[in-house]
């Protein structure tokens, strides 16, 4: 069964930190491109980073530069995404996505993806 899981969403304070860990099981994320994603109450789903799996470029919206960074491990079939000096407008939903394509670039744009996990919620707030 083709399966991804996040983990490590919750409550923190302005400035904080957390770290979600998307688990894959049934298939490799290795070879694959790779995204988190989040969506706000009333808001459309948006791309908040991705790795490439063709050449391992990494992109992030412009809303998180500086503050999230993802990485893969590819051991441990599990996506990561820290996320430093967090603000209440980061609060959301948050959702990661493989691409079931091997050795492609990665996008920002959730119609790249076609596994998903089921999310994590994630709230700033003091």
């Known amino acids: 069964q083709l399966q991804l899981v996040e983990s490590g969403g919750g409550l923190v304070q302005p400035g904080g930190s957390l770290r979600l860990s998307c688990a894959a099981s049934?298939?490799?994320?290795?070879?694959?491109?790779i995204g988190w994603f989040r969506q706000a109450p009333g808001k459309e789903r948006e791309g908040v980073s991705c790795?490439?799996?063709?050449?391992?470029?990494?992109f992030y919206a412009d809303s998180v530069k500086g503050r999230f960074t993802i990485s893969r491990d590819n051991a441990k079939n599990t996506l990561y995404l820290q996320m430093n000096s967090l603000k209440p407008e980061d609060t959301a939903v948050y959702y990661c996505?493989?691409?079931?394509?091997?050795?492609?670039?990665?996008?920002?744009?959730?119609?790249?993806?076609?596994?998903w996990g089921p999310g994590t919620q994630v709230t700033v707030s003091s």
């Open positions: 049934g298939f490799t994320l290795d070879y694959r491109a």
């Open positions: 996505a493989a691409d079931r394509r091997l050795f492609t670039l990665c996008g920002l744009t959730s119609r790249t993806y076609d596994y």
């Open positions: 790795i490439g799996s063709s050449d391992g470029r990494i």
